[in-house]
């Protein structure tokens, strides 16, 4: 732009510094946008796009918002991935000489949002970064609206699944990659096959493990690595340097809140992979991601937004220490026994506001006056809270007591000086209560009263002077005066002097009119610009507690999900299991807590018995639609309940410490991968055998569904059989239509048949939801066609050729034979559904291909002659 206006100057030497963002520009009352970013703008927000002047007669397109509405148009671009950069005025316009100075006050990406009607409640925001070198992952995330920071490091495997997992469970919404990770499509690709977050790329200017290190040391005020456990962790320590050195850039202010980093192990807790999290709807259903009909749809009784977010990573992350799940289970139960001290906790969670994202909005200077008294009716419940805390007997609760900080001299500071309803805006003045402070309550004293004196001194100027007309007014040009009309100029005072002529009237002011006019409206502006900087006073001293209130929101947020395992277990007739480490699993009268919640009465309990010994494999065999898959899905689930510390669906429940669950469940391609049903479905399978141990649980519905019927057949056998091996000898439930394995039974003693039990009636089968002891050698297809509505003329012709393919009988070729061999016999018997023809004789084959148009009468009276001798030769 040549010659462009000075303010246009300005904008466009902020833009050149942040050319990957949307520049929201503060004129006035507006944030206002420019040229490509007004376009863009324009056609997201969906508002008027217009031009300015921008300079020698140009016009640039523009567009702009509402500073006081920023926010619902800053979460529509963010939601659609969007970088805002939003420059403020960083003088007073009162006093600037020329332009107004101007800067970049902050950057908001999708993984540094703070304000409230961008989050979603329930949800944490993650912002996470990823480093890698010599085969270790390096992982930090932080939610900037809690204060959550964490970090860990990864080894490095086939695939980096364990680091994918991790991503998949922790869900952020942003992550920052190095520069190599970030250009590899393949890795790029991983990241975002569960999720859609915003890839960014970390800038690296110089030595990337020095810049990090510099931050760290910046950021925790010279601690060590060692005091932050990090100094075996060198890769885990370059995430958190970058995320530290990213929020730094982007939001430009001290991050002294995020000060209580916490070093986690993955081993530390159960390890459950994308598929398994997806397949047994853990915190969102697979069909269409939603919460309701998933595990915390049920468990999810929780009264604050704290323990809503705490409860899906309890979810996520089953226990693997016995007693730490054994305290759980203690407290839950003396929570459930407790009736009186359940029902006073439930109604004081009610009354917590978001400790976490409140205290965040404080650290960084975005709470208002209405956030501190959120603040305060959170922390005058405390005490009461701490006082039921204590009539119970259980250590965990102890523990929990001990850490209760109830934050009275904070809640003092804010009932002292905050009024009880205060204002939003932090400029306008009504924030400050009466006695906190002298000066402001001296200035409110007059711009109060200043308005009585001036009514009190129009009535004496009227008795003073005789003219009852006489009226003090105001406005912002000439400020306080005294009107009086023309018909009355004789009776006007010499010490009145002359302000404003009017077609009817004459305007005065006097010395003390115009004395009490300096006072009121100076205590006015001086009141707002005081009530300012003490908020901002208070706003601060309250930040100095950011670490107490951080470790107070979690107590409370721990004890909200402890009385939501316990409220839940009451209402759905659960039970405490027992937890051993024996690699038992005894579930009696188990049920589906999902499905039991959907249905209602009626749910028909199944019991489960399995160990590492005797009873390791359990064969699953019975028709479509009988409940297997959903019995399976419950024995997992009760499991993974249980390790959360939550009582189970079931009658009893002995449950053996589980490492890992595995999940194979339901057909579905990968078409953005290339990926077919069946590729999948072994890529899965894979996973598993790489994976399971002895103390892992492995649920497999259907195994080779995918090929042919053989091919499946073998692939299912041959995964039994090294499932078995001492390597892994991992609990498993296997559902299958493959009848030919239930023969595994007879060899391996450590292999189980069970079914699930039908009714059949005049061609009809009643499904009876019970698991029962033996196999079975039908499928019922046709049948459960028929409940589909199958067109009957289909389902005729499959019953002819089903008689077709019993007559045959592909299973009588095998049986009798070494049950080891029978997948690997030389025939290949391949089931079809029509009867292949025999092949063709060379003579007929001939004909077929013969060309009559190029063949002359001679030629073709030799060929017949030669097809006689051939088919006189064979017989």
Known sequence: MSNPTPMMKQYESIKNNHKDALLFYRLG????????????????????????????????????????????????????????????????????????KREVVRIITPGTVLETNMLQETNANYLLAITTRDGIFGIAYTDISTGEFMTTEISEEPGAEKLFDEVSRIQPVEIILPTTLYHDKSFRKQLTRTSQPTLTKFSEDQDLYSDTMDQIQKHFKGRSLESLGLSSLSEAAIAVGMILIFLSGTQKRDLAYLEDLQVYSVSSFMMIDQSTRRNLELTATMRDRQRKGSLLWVLDRTNTAL?????????????????????????????MNNVFAREDLRQLLKKIYDLERLMSRIAFGNANPRDLIALKNSLGVLPEIDQVIKTLQHHQFSRLAERLDPIQDIYQLIEKAIQDEPPVSIRDGGIIKEGYHEEVDELRAITLHGKQWIAQLEGE?????????????????????????????SLVPDHYMRKQTLSNAERYITEELKEWENKILGAGEKLALREFSLFNEIREKIALAAKRIQQTALVVAQLDVLLSFAQVSLDHGYVKPEITEDGTLRIIDGRHPVVERITG???????????????????LTGPNMAGKSTYMRQVAL?????????????????????????????????LAGGQSTFMVEMNETANILRHATKDSLIILDEIGRGTSTYDGLSIAWAVVEYILKPQIGAKTLFATHYHELTELAEKYPAVKNYSVAVKEKDGEIIFLRKIIPGGTDKSYGIQVAKLAGLPDEVLTRAKEILLDLEETDIS??????????????NHALQMSFFVPEPPKHPVIAEIESLNLNNLTPLDALLKINQWQRKLANQD
Request: charged letters at 25%; glycine letters at 8%.
């Open 29 to 100: 009352d507006f944030y206002e946008m420019f040229a490509e970013d007004a376009m863009i703008a324009s056609r997201e927000l969906e508002i008027a796009l217009t031009a300015r002047d921008g300079g020698n007669g140009t016009k640039i397109p523009m567009c702009g918002v509402p500073f006081h509405a920023v926010d619902g148009y800053l979460a529509k671009l963010i939601a659609k991935g969007y970088k805002i950069a939003i420059c403020e005025q960083v003088e007073d316009p009162k006093t600037a000489k020329g332009i107004v």
């Open 307 to 335: 323990g809503a977010r705490l409860i899906k990573q309890w979810i996520e992350k089953p226990l693997l220490n016995k007693q730490d799940i054994i305290n759980r289970l203690k407290a839950v139960e003396e929570l």
């Open 461 to 489: 100027e009227k008795t003073r002077t005789g003219i009852k007309s006489l009226k003090i007014g105001f406005n912002k040009v000439f400020g306080y005066y005294l009107e009086v009309t023309k018909a009355n100029l």
């Open 601 to 619: 009465s009626g749910y028909i309990p199944n019991d489960t018995y399995l160990d590492n010994l005797k009873d390791q494999i359990c064969l």
């Open 638 to 670: 009760c499991v993974l309940m249980s390790q959360i510390g939550c009582f189970v669906p079931a009658a009893s429940a002995k449950i053996g410490l589980v490492d890992r669950i595995f999940t194979r469940v339901g057909a579905a391609d990968d």
């Open 812 to 825: 009588l070729d095998v049986k009798g034979e070494n049950n080891s061999t029978i997948y690997e016999k």
